[in-house]
């Protein structure tokens, strides 16, 4: 990794779900050689890997509300996010938000897999 020698990066690992401590300090050691100010951003639903990751606290996000759940996939499923041209699938849609428990990911997939 003398690539990263004196150079600054931003490393984006997403959706990080393995607990293998080990396997972690093995990535992390040659990357601490890079320039002050590079930065690891660790994306995870386990708490036990945002601790592990630790160097700043977790910040852990909300899901969303109802309504903005709704107004997401409104905006995605219905064109031009107008809900009233098919007023008869507007309780449908809000059954299929209602089952995605506020997660955006959820709702962006469904939301684009049916547009009306």
Same mark, same amino acid.
């Given at each position: 990794?003398?690539? #990263?020698? @004196?150079? /600054?990066? $931003?490393? *984006?690992?997403?959706?990080?779900?393995? @607990?293998?401590?080990?396997?972690?300090?093995? $990535? +992390?050691?040659? #990357?601490? *050689?890079?320039? /002050? !100010?590079? +930065?690891?951003?660790?994306?995870? +639903?386990? $708490? /036990?890997?945002?601790?592990?990751?630790?160097?700043?606290?977790?910040?852990?996000?909300?899901?969303?509300?109802?309504?903005?759940?709704?107004?997401?996939?409104? /905006? #995605?499923?219905?064109? @031009? !996010?107008?809900?009233?041209?098919?007023?008869?699938?507007?309780?449908?849609?809000?059954?299929?938000?209602?089952?995605?428990? !506020? $997660?955006?990911?959820? *709702?962006?997939?469904? !939301?684009?897999?049916?547009?009306?």
């Amino acid at each position: 990794m003398s690539i #990263l020698k @004196e150079k /600054r990066f $931003l490393l *984006v690992l997403d959706d990080v779900w393995n @607990e293998n401590g080990n396997g972690w300090d093995a $990535l +992390r050691a040659p #990357l601490m *050689v890079a320039a /002050r !100010g590079s +930065r690891i951003l660790v994306t995870t +639903r386990s $708490l /036990r890997v945002s601790s592990m990751m630790g160097t700043v606290p977790t910040y852990s996000l909300k899901c969303l509300s109802d309504n903005d759940c709704w107004s997401l996939f409104k /905006r #995605l499923a219905f064109v @031009e !996010g107008d809900s009233d041209v098919h007023p008869d699938l507007v309780m449908i849609g809000k059954k299929i938000v209602n089952k995605c428990k !506020g $997660l955006p990911l959820a *709702v962006k997939t469904l !939301g684009k897999s049916v547009t009306l």
